[in-house]
Nanobody
Framework: VLFVESGGGSVQAGGSLPLSCTFS????????IGWFRQAPGQAREFVAA???????QYSDSAKGRFAISRDYAKNIVYLQMNNLNLEDTAVYYC???????????????WGQGTQVTVSA
């Protein structure tokens, strides 16, 4: 699985940033694709995901501010981040989980990460 992440950068508090992740999955059957983030000195945490049935999940922090979407034809997953605050500063990672076969082991894959910095 290969990822190309883009869209990170710097923004003032209250602003918006879009992230995108283009992925190539080969024959992998996707269970979920989405985003995690890791702030300095903190553990990596879940942000949002789209499941194989197209349902979405959000962390409490992301609910109401972030929107995840997927272009199935182009294999791109997007994260629109609105009303950003200082606590959203982190490296954001594209994450994909899937199986090579119906009963195969669940595998996880990570993008290289893109920095998001929110300033006052």
């Amino acid at each position: 699985v290969l990822f190309v992440e883009s869209g990170g950068g710097s923004v003032q508090a209250g602003g918006s940033l879009p992230l995108s992740c283009t992925f190539s999955k080969g024959a992998l059957m996707i269970e979920a694709i989405g985003w995690f983030r890791q702030a300095p000195g903190q553990a990596r945490e879940f942000v949002a995901a789209i499941n194989s049935d197209s349902t979405t999940q959000y962390s409490d922090s992301a609910k109401g501010r972030f929107a995840i979407s997927r272009d199935y034809a182009k294999n791109i997953v997007y994260l629109q981040m609105n009303n950003l605050n200082l606590e959203d500063t982190a490296v954001y990672y594209c994450h994909l989980s899937g199986r090579m076969t119906m009963r195969g082991v669940l595998e996880e894959f990570w993008g290289q990460g893109t920095q998001v910095t929110v300033s006052a």
